[in-house]
């Protein structure tokens, strides 16, 4: 089977199953005649574009967003994907701390980067959380603000 063909059959999937774990991607892939490792759905998840979102149960589940190289702003609110965010740290002013739901942290990234790009030193996410690293205090406050709006926010 072709890359291709590969990438529109788990595209197909995600988008047809409720899926949690990259282990139930196999085990579908498998029953297509599909044998992958590990790293290979993982490279090909990267490269569709999949992230975990909140299913209509409650769980979290794969998805996929619209086109690899624009994000779009999900149906579901956003505070159902950034889970908490610190407070003000003495000394630490211009820095934010935010919870995330595990494999979103790059969807918030791009959230973060496009919105505040003039105020962003540099941003740190890794599968579960995001260190946001602002030219100011006076930045972070503003976006602090602004990230509690969109957890707040009726996507």
């Given amino acids: 089977m072709k890359k291709s063909e590969r990438l529109s059959l788990i595209r197909k999937l995600v988008l047809e199953r409720e899926i949690a774990t990259q ?3 196999l085990k579908l892939l498998e029953l297509e005649g599909l044998r992958l490792t590990q790293a290979t759905i993982s490279r090909d998840m990267n490269e569709i574009g999949i992230v975990k979102v909140p299913s209509l149960s409650g769980k979290y589940v794969y998805g996929i967003k619209e086109e690899p190289k ?3 702003r999900p149906q579901r609110p956003i505070r159902s994907t950034i889970l908490a965010i610190s407070d003000p740290v003495v000394g630490l002013e211009n820095m934010i701390h ?3 739901v595990p494999g979103n942290s ?3 990234k791009k959230f973060i980067l496009e919105d505040f790009k003039d105020d962003v030193f ?3 996410a890794d599968d579960d959380s995001i260190l946001i690293v602002l030219k100011s205090a006076e930045s972070a406050q503003a976006v602090r603000e602004k990230v509690v709006q969109w957890m707040d926010a009726q996507f």
């Fill in 98 to 100: 935010l919870d995330v």
């Fill in 23 to 25: 282990h139930e991607l």
């Fill in 106 to 108: 790059r969807l918030i």
């Fill in 122 to 124: 540099s941003v740190i």
């Fill in 70 to 72: 624009t994000v779009i």
